[in-house]
């Protein structure tokens, strides 16, 4: 049944990429996936956790973010949750955050919430701290693409604080806040610096540094874990990440071409801080092209490809706007066309291979276990 409600859902975010009801539609679809979803990867050792923690045991587990901890012990100590309430709160609490995220990134917010569903959201539904970290990040992110005073700055670095502390991973958006002051000539250089400097945290003395703010099991899932990666994987990826790029690129050109799209979009951008369309268009792209450091963390540990689905999100934002133009040319929109579908059918190819059996302990569950259909 959810399959169907997903695949029905998606065809018509793209006939109706602004319909309130779908959108609607879209938000309660997410809600049931997270909120009453009964088994996937990781939920035996959240319920643990969640146990651990009721019974005192805060800072013996194996998460060590103190926000996610105290809204668990929140939920045990003053509200009295089983882990199931908690969950369905917790899906509550995202599920605001990405309505929030969705009106402010796109008014072809259906569009992006339909790709969104394809890929990233059921595989956050099981990673649920990098879940409510990535939405965070994305609110933060927002100021610093859309708006283009200090103000906005110091919003982005809070709003990325904040998501730090349900997820570490979320530090390594800090480096994006230089988009607002670098051409796309100097985000490339710096993106081949961060490159380096992530290849340096393998170091011996560097990772021991970093034992000042992250445990030694940490390290050793983050920092130093191969993950039994092999060199055909990491080829793939580099090549998921060069073609992303391309599609990206691609997408951002056809904008920038087409006058007639800034003038209609640009009525959307509104207030004194807030930068004209093609601007966020560029930031967008600049972002994309900063994210291509994180091949240096990813190529070691597939924990990082979390990194990714935030930049994604932002391409979803394009694609969604460009989709919508209705004056770009046919042989652009074909070539745009072709490029994004064929970077999103190869990425989740290289996705479903590297990550094995993520069809039947994450995607699967996520559709078919589910307490609300007495699954």
């Known amino acids: 049944m959810l399959y ?7 065809i018509f975010g793209f006939i109706f990429p602004r319909n309130k009801a779908i959108t609607v539609l879209f938000l309660l679809l997410y809600w049931v996936l997270l909120g009453f979803n009964t088994y996937n990867a990781d ?14 045991n805060l800072w013996g587990t194996s998460v060590d973010e103190e926000g996610f901890i105290f809204l668990m012990y929140f939920c045990i100590n003053v509200l009295h949750l089983t882990y199931a309430g908690f969950l369905l709160l917790f899906s509550t609490i995202c599920t605001a955050l990405l309505a929030v995220v969705s009106v402010l990134y796109s008014k072809n917010r259906n569009i992006v919430l339909g790709l969104f569903l394809l890929y990233s959201y059921w595989v956050m539904v099981v990673q649920i701290r990098s879940h409510l970290a990535t939405l965070l990040a994305l609110i933060g992110v927002y100021f610093l693409v859309y708006h283009n ?12 604080l904040v998501a730090i502390f349900f997820h570490r991973s979320t530090v390594f958006f800090l480096p994006l806040c230089m988009i607002r002051f670098l051409d796309v000539k100097r985000t ?9 400097v992530f290849l340096a945290i393998r170091l011996p ?21 191969d993950r039994d990666r092999t060199l055909f994987s990491i080829l793939m990826l580099v090549m998921i990440r060069v073609v992303y790029l391309a599609a990206v690129y691609i997408l951002y050109k056809s904008l920038n ?45 597939k924990d990082y490809e979390r990194l990714f689905r935030l930049v994604i999100f ?21 070539l745009s066309y072709i490029t994004y579908y064929a970077f999103i059918f190869v990425f989740l190819g290289y996705f479903f ?23």
């Open 205 to 225: 003395f560097v990772s021991s540094l970093m034992g000042l703010f992250l445990s030694q099991e940490k390290i050793n899932n983050w920092l130093l874990s």
């Open 314 to 334: 932002l391409s979803y934002v394009i694609f969604a706007d460009y989709t919508c133009a209705k004056r770009v040319s046919m042989g652009k929109i074909q």
């Open 149 to 160: 005073d200090k103000k906005s700055i110091a919003l982005f670095f809070g709003f990325i």
């Open 43 to 56: 939920f035996e050792a959240y319920e643990n956790i969640y146990a651990q923690i009721g019974v005192g």
């Open 188 to 196: 490339a250089i710096i993106t081949a610096i961060c490159s380096t």
């Open 353 to 375: 291979y590297v990550y094995g059996g993520w069809i039947d302990i994450a995607f699967r569950p996520v559709f078919e276990s589910n307490s609300l259909l007495g699954a």
């Open 257 to 301: 071409k087409n006058n007639y799209l800034f003038e209609k979009m640009n009525h959307v951008i509104q207030g004194s801080s807030k930068v004209t369309y093609d601007i966020s268009a560029e930031r967008i792209f600049k972002i994309s092209v900063l994210s291509m450091s994180y091949i240096a963390l990813e190529a070691f540990s």
């Open 4 to 10: 169907a409600a997903a695949a029905i859902l998606i």
